[in-house]
């Protein structure tokens, strides 16, 4: 079974500022997808950015890019030029792809989430 | 495109009562999730439904709670006799197909009261 562990339950950044939230992970599979998903106080969950495992390179969307060490099995959210709008709970999900190993190769595991607010 | 729709948005339900909750995935989506949220927690698997099959029911409780995704109509998550443990925000998703990553709903919070 897969456990995503995300250390930080809240964090607080000043606008305009940058900063990074932590997520590892622990599994035995080779391939997956590793995501920052973001939920407002709307409740809506955002997808923000999306990793594949068998790529080195880092994603990166807009203001948003992710240091993924596979390796130490850690995914951490880089959020540059923090905006007001990030105030939210970030939370970091595993799925196994569907050439992973059998069942469950399509369930998100999520961490509990950090809380992030962005200070005006 | 209308995004995945759940409804109803709120749901306050007495003990032992019953609750059904509605998902409509998006147009040209036939996989359906759904996911518990607890207060303070993140989201825990439920059950994943492919038009008129359960495919994998195992975060499931064994008792009270059902799913369906019928042919024609929305998916439904049912709860019978409801206790105050249900109390939560229950998401619905929706994807194309079984490969990484899929489109939220905004929830349903149930409230037993």
Known sequence: AQT????????????????????????????????????????????????????????????????????????????????LGDTAMYFCAFMKTARGSGAGSYQLTFGKGTKLSVIP | NAGVMQNPRHLVRRRGQEARLRCSPMK????VYWYRQLPEEGLKFMVYLQKENIIDESGMPKERFSAEFPKEGPSILRIQQVVRGDSA?????????????YTFGSGT????V
């Open chain 1, 4 to 83: 995503v562990t995300q250390s930080q339950p809240e964090m607080s950044v000043q606008e305009a500022e940058t900063v990074t939230l932590s997520c590892t992970y622990d599994t035995s599979e080779s391939n997956y997808y590793l995501f920052w998903y973001k939920q407002p106080p709307s409740r809506q969950m955002i997808l923000v950015i999306r990793q594949e495992a068998y790529k080195q390179q880092n994603a990166t969307e807009n203001r948003f890019s992710v240091n993924f060490q596979k390796a130490a099995k850690s995914f951490s959210l880089k959020i540059s030029d923090s905006q």
């Open chain 2, 28 to 31: 040209g989506h036939s996989h």
């Open chain 2, 109 to 112: 919070r149930l409230t037993v």
């Open chain 2, 89 to 101: 925000a229950y998401f619905c998703a929706s994807s194309p197909n079984r490969a990484g990553g």
